[in-house]
């Protein structure tokens, strides 16, 4: 009979540390892609030729840079060791950007 030896998980080795949420994480990417999304459909409803969504992609790209800069400075201060909770804000914050986005070129239009 072999005997497995069980390993603790990183989080539970590291005292003080949190384990992250996977489901927040993946969350957090599909209200990435939703905020893509809107990006992409206020492109399309403003011509829809390549020089549209190439600056609509550039846009959704230094929106997550600024928000997530902003964000992971805040994540510093208030919930250290939380990068789920940082990809989730990011999210979320890209998404209402993004569909606010398409509602201002809707309304050109």
Excluded at 1 to 26: D, E, H, Q
Excluded at 28 to 53: D, K, P, Q, R, S
Aim: with cysteine; net charge positive.
């Amino acid at each position: 009979m072999s005997t497995m030896s069980r390993t603790p998980s990183r989080s539970a080795s590291v005292p003080g540390r949190r384990a992250t949420n996977g489901t927040l994480i993946g969350l957090g990417l599909l209200l990435l892609a939703l905020g893509l999304a809107g990006h992409l459909t206020a492109a399309n409803v403003e011509g829809g030729h390549a020089i549209h969504y190439r600056d609509h992609i550039f846009g959704f790209v230094m929106l997550t840079l600024v928000c997530g800069i902003i964000v992971l400075l805040l994540g510093r201060r208030f919930w250290n060791d939380r990068r789920d909770i940082t990809l989730l804000i990011v999210g979320l914050l890209q998404t209402i950007l993004g569909w606010w986005v398409y509602v201002m070129f809707r309304g050109k239009v």
